[in-house]
């Protein structure tokens, strides 16, 4: 049995990102530093001999994978199940109004209080369930492969804390693993399930873009 590849790849950055409002469900497209990280993040990842690209399905994730499907001619293959956390009432409200409104939820959200249904919106737990669910659908089906996941900061975080072992359902919080826009995990995936964490938030690509700082374009 082959090892199988896998690239985790937040989307670029997003109108909501650059004012710094809370995204989840929401239809934001990305800003115009957004689209140089795809175009620049899609030239890298051509050289990696990328075989398949799935992508949540929500627009500034279709946005960026689609630039890596114009360089390979692969399909991007949509999906719900790699959407952000659904954060219900928070959607589309800054940091601060989020804080001033909805406080209960908003501190649940920045301690990753694990099983902390969002008013209007869902857990952590409930997003890793669907992630995982789909990511080992598509591992199975791509043994030996290597494969594009575009997505998104709070998915990419608890699908890495899953590939990492380091969740279960007795969780109560968790760290957070920081993935700026367009910045790559990458893993391998051995038989077994044995897994070999390559690198996390690999920037190197989007120097000429954002300079030496990886968390820039957070």
Not at 3 to 17: C, E, M, P, V
Not at 143 to 172: D, K
Request: glycine letters at 8%; proline letters at 2%.
């Amino acid at each position: 049995m082959a090892s199988t590849k896998l690239f985790l790849i937040r989307h670029g950055q997003s109108a909501g990102n650059a004012e710094g409002r809370f995204g989840g469900h929401g239809p934001t497209p990305l800003s115009d530093l957004g689209r140089r990280q795809a175009e620049a993040t899609a030239r890298h990842l051509a050289e990696e001999g990328i075989s398949a690209i799935y992508s949540s399905d929500l627009h500034r994730a279709v946005e960026t994978a689609s630039e890596l499907a114009k360089l390979t001619g692969l399909e991007v293959n949509k999906t719900k199940a790699f959407r952000e956390r659904h954060v219900g009432v928070l959607e589309g409200l800054t940091f601060d109004e989020s804080r001033e409104n909805h406080p209960r939820d908003y501190y649940a959200l920045v301690n990753r209080e694990v099983h902390h249904v969002i008013t209007k919106g869902e857990s952590y737990s409930q997003l890793l369930d669907r992630t995982k669910k789909k990511l080992w659908d598509i591992i199975r089906r791509h043994e030996g492969e290597r494969v594009a996941i575009f997505s998104h900061t709070g998915a990419i975080c608890f699908i890495t804390l899953h590939l990492m072992g380091a969740i279960n359902r007795r969780t109560q919080r968790t760290p957070w693993i920081v993935t700026s826009n367009c910045g790559i995990n990458r893993f391998e995936i051995r038989p077994r399930r044995n897994i070999r964490v390559l690198a996390i938030n690999d920037t190197r690509h989007l120097l000429d873009i954002t300079g030496n700082d990886s968390f820039a374009a957070r």
